[in-house]
């Protein structure tokens, strides 16, 4: 049994060693979001099934959706690595502030999968806490709201 634990602890330490070098420290949150993505494409399987809707095609399109989504979380903290290097090393001014950029992509992202999912699940008949589905939209509104804050954009002043 010990053997068992032990070999258990090395293969979890060793994928937790690789996804911090990979991902950072926070390599949780992209696996939260590979979990969402995984789980909005069954569910979504699971839809088109009940449904009578299922397609091979659609279900490739959904995959490729998903590989394009990591595509614009990878250009999201891409760029900003890119930038504050050439601030700091050029222009010597620091733009470690752009790194949000990953974070808020990665959010926005994150709670469209997750809405997704409860949409997918009320479509098959599941009964879906409504403050999920609330919550979820709040949030989506408040991470928009802040990002009209931010760029100084004014939606009640159409001059």
């Given at each position: 049994m010990m053997d068992f634990v032990d070999r258990y602890n090395m293969i979890v330490g060793a994928a937790v060693a690789i996804a911090t070098a990979i991902f950072g420290t926070y390599w949780y949150v992209f696996a939260g979001f590979l979990l969402c993505n995984v789980l909005d494409w069954l569910t979504g399987w699971y839809k088109s099934r009940k449904l009578q809707k299922e397609s091979s095609k659609a279900g490739f399109k959904g995959i490729l959706k998903k590989l394009g989504y990591w595509v614009i979380v990878l250009v999201a903290f891409l760029m900003p690595e890119l930038f504050i290097h050439l601030g700091n090393d050029i222009l010597g001014i620091d733009l470690g502030f752009l790194v949000l950029f990953g974070w808020f992509t990665l959010a926005t992202l994150l709670i469209n999968e997750i809405r997704s999912i409860l949409e997918n699940l009320v479509e098959c008949g599941y009964n879906v806490p409504a403050f999920l589905i609330i919550g979820l939209e709040v949030t989506q509104k408040?991470?928009?709201?802040?990002?009209d804050?931010?760029?100084?954009e004014d939606k009640g002043n159409d001059q």
């Amino acid at each position: 049994m010990m053997d068992f634990v032990d070999r258990y602890n090395m293969i979890v330490g060793a994928a937790v060693a690789i996804a911090t070098a990979i991902f950072g420290t926070y390599w949780y949150v992209f696996a939260g979001f590979l979990l969402c993505n995984v789980l909005d494409w069954l569910t979504g399987w699971y839809k088109s099934r009940k449904l009578q809707k299922e397609s091979s095609k659609a279900g490739f399109k959904g995959i490729l959706k998903k590989l394009g989504y990591w595509v614009i979380v990878l250009v999201a903290f891409l760029m900003p690595e890119l930038f504050i290097h050439l601030g700091n090393d050029i222009l010597g001014i620091d733009l470690g502030f752009l790194v949000l950029f990953g974070w808020f992509t990665l959010a926005t992202l994150l709670i469209n999968e997750i809405r997704s999912i409860l949409e997918n699940l009320v479509e098959c008949g599941y009964n879906v806490p409504a403050f999920l589905i609330i919550g979820l939209e709040v949030t989506q509104k408040l991470i928009e709201a802040g990002v009209d804050i931010h760029t100084g954009e004014d939606k009640g002043n159409d001059q």
